[in-house]
T-cell receptor, first 109, second 113 residues
Framework: DAKTTQPPSMDCAEGRAANLPCNHS???????VYWYRQIHSQGPQYIIH???NNETNEMASLIITEDRKSSTLILPHATLRDTAVYYC??????????FGTGTSLTVIP | GAGVSQSPSNKVTEKGKDVELRCDPI?????LYWYRQSLGQGLEFLIY????????KSGLPSDRFSAERTGGSVSTLTIQRTQQEDSAVYLC???????????FGQGTRLTVV
């Protein structure tokens, strides 16, 4: 079973920041938080992952709360091509990746 | 290869036939995952391999489903006596040791008629 909870859908205006929340209240100490996205008819694409520190790369930023029970993926300047389903997953080495139902993000022109 | 390769990309089969789906992960990726995605749904976990062994088969929906992995590389997912409800996209992902990201293939779209 998925260990994460996400809102089913969100909208974001083009050019604005998209903030996608994820709850993972049962996360274990050695489990990382991963984010993927899936654009229609394609395989999921890795975005970012982190353990407890905030992370940033060329695609997004990941903010993890101090108690690690929730996190937020931030797309700083959403474009129409960011319209996708975004999945938050917790997992570690040698562990399965359980995907939940994700958040369907629609970027509006 | 440069990425995860799955074959065939599309498969149409008659109800009751057996099918084999293949996944060729990136070289050196010791962990391998199979998922199923029905139309408009999320990814349903099927099975996970570490090397050639499968510590977690909990997601296989019935005994008609089986998977194997040989040489720590290629994996085959077999569905026996296919049913219409087996129609879905079957996705494979591979991962290196350590807390690294998983790389997905583009999937096999299975249609049972």
């Amino acid at each position: 079973d998925a260990k994460t909870t996400q809102p089913p859908s969100m909208d974001c205006a083009e050019g604005r920041a998209a903030n996608l929340p994820c709850n993972h209240s049962t996360i274990s100490g050695n489990e990382y938080v991963y984010w993927y996205r899936q654009i229609h008819s394609q395989g999921p694409q890795y975005i970012i992952h982190g353990l407890k520190n905030n992370e940033t790369n060329e695609m997004a930023s990941l903010i993890i709360t101090e108690d690690r029970k929730s996190s937020t993926l931030i797309l700083p300047h959403a474009t129409l091509r960011d319209t996708a389903v975004y999945y938050c997953i917790v997992g570690n080495t040698g562990n399965q990746f359980y995907f939940g139902t994700g958040t369907s993000l629609t970027v509006i022109p | 290869g440069a990425g995860v390769s799955q074959s065939p990309s599309n498969k149409v089969t008659e109800k009751g036939k057996d099918v084999e789906l293949r996944c060729d992960p990136i070289s050196g990726h010791t962990a391998l995952y199979w998922y199923r995605q029905s139309l408009g749904q999320g990814l349903e976990f099927l099975i996970y391999f570490q090397g050639n062994s499968a510590p977690d088969k909990s997601g296989l929906p019935s005994d008609r489903f089986s998977a194997e992995r040989t040489g720590g590389s290629v994996s085959t997912l077999t569905i026996q006596r296919t049913q219409q409800e087996d129609s879905a996209v079957y996705l494979c992902a591979g991962r290196e040791a350590g807390n690294t990201e998983a790389f997905f293939g583009q999937g096999t779209r299975l249609t049972v008629v």
